[in-house]
């Protein structure tokens, strides 16, 4: 992936990260099933991730440790989907 590419990726996770902040009602109707107890909480934690995350990903010298965490944290968000089910 180009190093402009990776920026993108990075800006768009941290943007979708800032949305949890800006709007969380569009998100709780998603997190409701896999964070039953506390979903604004959640809603907002969520949030924090990405955005850290996302410019973590966004910096040349931080983006390895972006992207193991990107999928540490896809992996944790798919585990709580499958244990709500």
């Known amino acids: 992936m180009s190093r402009r590419s990776s920026r993108l990726l990075g800006i768009a ?3 979708t ?3 949890h902040f800006v709007a969380p009602g569009a998100f709780e109707p998603i997190s409701r099933k896999p964070f039953p107890q506390d979903t604004r909480r959640w809603v907002l934690r969520n949030g924090a991730t990405e955005v850290a995350i996302g410019l973590a990903i966004a910096g040349a010298r931080t983006r390895k440790l972006g992207v193991v965490g990107l999928a540490a944290y896809g992996a944790w968000l798919a585990s709580r989907m499958v244990a709500a089910r």
């Open 13 to 15: 996770i941290a943007g």
């Open 17 to 19: 990260g800032v949305a």
